[in-house]
C-alpha cells in the first residue's frame, strides 16, 4: 500500500513537471514570433561616435551585428573602422525588448566636416 501511494504521487509530479514544461516551451514560442514579425523602421540621423559593436547617434545607441551592413557615399560596403566620424546616415534597425536598437543597415549620407574653433 504505502509503495502504491509513493508511484501514485511520483506519477502526479513527474505530469505537473511535464506541464509546466510544455507551457514554458509555448510561451517562448509565441514570444520568438512575435519578435519576429516587427518591421524594422529607418531614420535619418547623424552619427556622432563609434565603438566595438556599436554606434551612437543623437540620443540612441544602435547594436551591430555581423550581418549588419555599412554603405558608404557610392555605395560600396565599407568596415566600421572606415566609418568617418560625425557622418550624416540612414539607419535601418529593429526595435529590441530589453536592450538597445539592433542596425541592420547604415547608408552614409554625407559627411560632416567639423569646423576649428578659435581659442
Same mark, same amino acid.
Given at each position: 500500500?504505502?509503495?502504491?501511494?509513493?508511484?501514485?504521487?511520483?506519477?502526479?509530479?513527474? &505530469?505537473?513537471?511535464? #506541464?509546466?514544461?510544455?507551457?514554458?516551451?509555448?510561451?517562448?514560442?509565441? /514570444?520568438?514570433?512575435? =519578435?519576429?514579425?516587427?518591421?524594422?523602421?529607418?531614420?535619418?540621423?547623424?552619427?556622432?561616435?563609434?565603438?566595438?559593436?556599436?554606434?551612437?547617434?543623437?540620443?540612441?545607441?544602435?547594436?551591430?551585428?555581423?550581418?549588419?551592413?555599412?554603405?558608404? &557615399?557610392?555605395?560600396? #560596403?565599407?568596415?566600421?573602422?572606415?566609418?568617418?566620424?560625425?557622418?550624416? /546616415?540612414?539607419?535601418? =534597425?529593429?526595435?529590441?525588448?530589453?536592450?538597445?536598437?539592433?542596425?541592420?543597415?547604415?547608408?552614409?549620407?554625407?559627411?560632416?566636416?567639423?569646423?576649428?574653433?578659435?581659442?
Amino acid at each position: 500500500m504505502y509503495f502504491y501511494i509513493k508511484s501514485q504521487t511520483i506519477k502526479c509530479l513527474v &505530469f505537473v513537471f511535464i #506541464i509546466q514544461m510544455i507551457l514554458i516551451g509555448a510561451e517562448n514560442i509565441w /514570444a520568438q514570433s512575435d =519578435y519576429n514579425t516587427v518591421s524594422p523602421e529607418q531614420i535619418l540621423t547623424t552619427i556622432e561616435s563609434k565603438g566595438r559593436g556599436f554606434v551612437e547617434a543623437g540620443e540612441f545607441r544602435f547594436r551591430l551585428k555581423e550581418s549588419t551592413e555599412l554603405t558608404d &557615399f557610392r555605395g560600396n #560596403i565599407v568596415s566600421l573602422y572606415e566609418l568617418p566620424i560625425p557622418v550624416e /546616415a540612414i539607419i535601418v =534597425y529593429q526595435v529590441m525588448p530589453h536592450s538597445d536598437p539592433c542596425a541592420l543597415k547604415i547608408i552614409l549620407q554625407r559627411e560632416i566636416t567639423r569646423v576649428p574653433q578659435p581659442e
